[in-house]
């Protein structure tokens, strides 16, 4: 198959979260497999690579306010792979992808409208036509629309598109007065059928109407975004298009996330030889500054913010400290957090750790480190720090939403513990079994092998896509 992938974000040139690793994982799975895959994204100002060359082709796409023009660059990353970055200064040469600190950038419709035009653009000044167009949130969400509206009568109308949703709470919301300015027809501007949200025009919803099959980054949250409560106000859509809506759980990198291999660790281990953990685990309370302990260590990786379920934490968190427990925390997001972690650590000298911002190294020693890693999220769509906990030995206790219910399962043959109401109550409950289990070596050591022999590499996830795709072409 020939797949086209177009993505706001791809690592390692660009990323803010989830999306990017994605981005750069998937792909390259496909191609693998042996699939004729491109990636289309922006090239932002952090896109710096002595291998981008130019391809000899150029974008010439005519809007309303004026034609915008920029060129096409190419980036061969591995056999049936190529990557292509879309330059545009004046929409791209900013310090930062979607905003700056001032916030979202005014103009993001004119900048994403040109990344999902110019995709389709791409593939005929390349001669590229796609079986697939696979798009992903909300800024491709202009593509199928524009593919349905615009490109059927081209080489490029029979190609069939899918749209991944990787969080449905960011749908690029505007104005309705953007749809003269980017020459988006009048009747597309209606509630059933259209981009019109509450009077205004979701670049998210388009993309859910137009494309031909939707997935979510796993099955659960397919499941929870056609109910109010995880709906963000597209449920009713959602449910309307549950016959091509289904649930892929994002892979990670097995390479950089080995235990075995890890060059961020003081020792290495496997599942079968566990002995370099307790040498992670030292070095971790070590450069945390945090007292040595028979009692668990417990850690967090994370954005600081409400999906996380900080607020939670930070209730239940001084009562368990006092037990006796060790916690720390790398992070960095909403100030709120921010200080009531800092509050934490100095109400605990000695138990609590803290570092504010990211460092890869440090997220690794964590996820090594820990006795167990703490996810209570309000939702998680997929997650993977509770699969780098699985492959590290590394019990993770979650709250049971969306990919974390789908990866983390507690019982006799469990790999973690879950619990289910968001409540302070429920994740008492679960860190207390947690501590239970701690004390119990030769079960321990059984829930840490299970989450060390699954697979969660990409490959699994890859073949599911593959069959959606041939499944398409087959209609």
């Not at 191609?31 to 291998?51: E, F, I, T, W």
Request: aromatic share 10%; net charge negative; proline share 5%.
């Amino acid at each position: 198959m020939k797949i086209l992938y177009v993505a706001s974000e791809v690592t390692p040139f660009s990323k803010t979260g989830g999306l990017g690793d994605v981005a750069g994982a998937l792909p390259a799975a496909l191609a693998s497999l042996g699939h004729d895959v491109k990636v289309v994204s922006p090239r932002y100002a952090s896109v710096q690579d002595a291998r981008l060359t130019p391809t000899g082709h150029s974008l010439e796409l005519r809007f309303p306010f004026g034609t915008e023009r920029g060129p096409i660059l190419s980036l061969r990353a591995a056999p049936n792979l190529e990557l292509l970055f879309l330059e545009h200064e004046g929409y791209y040469g900013r310090g930062g992808l979607y905003g700056d600190q001032a916030g979202e950038f005014g103009d993001n419709h004119r900048r994403y409208a040109y990344l999902s035009l110019g995709a389709l653009q791409a593939c005929q000044r390349l001669d590229f036509t796609p079986d697939i167009l696979h798009v992903n949130d909300w800024q491709t969400g202009l593509l199928p629309v524009a593919h349905k509206r615009g490109f059927l009568g081209t080489a490029l109308g029979r190609s069939k598109s899918v749209l991944t949703i990787h969080n449905l709470a960011y749908q690029g919301q505007f104005n309705k007065q953007i749809m003269p300015e980017l020459g988006l027809p009048w009747d597309l501007f209606n509630a059933e059928q259209g981009l019109e949200f509450y009077d205004g025009v979701n670049f998210l919803k388009g993309g859910i109407q137009f494309c031909d099959a939707l997935t979510t980054v796993s099955p659960t949250y397919a499941r929870e975004i056609q109910a109010p409560e995880a709906g963000a106000n597209l449920d009713g859509l959602l449910r309307r298009r549950q016959d091509v809506l289904s649930g892929i759980l994002n892979g990670i990198d097995v390479e950089e996330w080995n235990p075995e291999a890890d060059p961020h660790l003081p020792a290495r281990y496997g599942p079968e030889d566990l002995t370099g953990k307790e040498a992670c685990r030292r070095e971790l309370l070590e450069r945390f500054g945090l007292a040595p302990t028979d009692a668990p260590v417990f850690g967090i990786v994370s954005r600081l913010a409400w999906q996380k379920g900080v607020d939670l934490l930070l209730e239940v968190l001084p009562g368990v400290l006092e037990q006796g427990i060790r916690f720390v925390a790398v992070g960095s997001g909403e100030g709120r957090y921010v200080d009531g972690l800092q509050a934490l650590q100095a109400r605990f000298p000695g138990r609590v750790g803290t570092f504010i911002g990211f460092d890869a190294g440090l997220s690794h020693l964590v996820e090594a480190g820990a006795d167990f890693f703490l996810m209570p999220s309000r939702y998680e769509p997929c997650g993977l720090n509770q699969m780098y906990s699985l492959r590290y030995g590394t019990v993770p206790v979650v709250r049971a939403t969306g990919g974390l219910a789908d990866t983390v399962r507690e019982g006799p043959e469990g790999n973690g513990l879950v619990f289910h109401d968001f409540h302070p109550d429920a994740l008492r409950a679960a860190i207390d079994r947690a501590r239970a289990l701690y004390a119990d070596s030769q079960r321990l050591r059984a829930f840490q092998r299970r989450g060390m022999g699954q697979d969660f590499s990409w490959s699994g996830s890859a073949r599911k896509y593959e069959r959606l795709f041939a499944s398409l072409l087959s209609e």
